[in-house]
């Protein structure tokens, strides 16, 4: 286990050092969560899909491109 210690401004932001960003693989602009446990303990992560924009492709491709009419029979039969 390593610790690092960083300063909070007096506006309450904080600087993530360098290594943290790297092993989270945080760019620009990135999202982080911060995780309250119930023993008090708190986690940093970084939410694998942070936003409706980094699901595209997610799901793989389709073989063939569907009809309006094919999408709409198969979300009637999920339901």
């Known amino acids: 286990m390593k610790e690092i210690t960083s300063t909070i401004t007096s506006k309450g932001r904080v600087t993530i050092p360098a290594e943290v960003r790297k092993r989270l693989r945080l760019g620009p602009h990135a999202t982080v969560s911060f995780v309250l446990e119930d023993d ?33 029979e198969i979300a009637r039969e999920d339901a």
Do not use: F, N
């Open 40 to 72: 008090g303990t708190v986690r940093l992560v970084a939410p694998r899909y942070s936003t409706v924009a980094s699901l595209a492709g997610a799901a793989g491709k389709l073989e063939k491109p569907l009809s309006w009419r094919e999408m709409r």
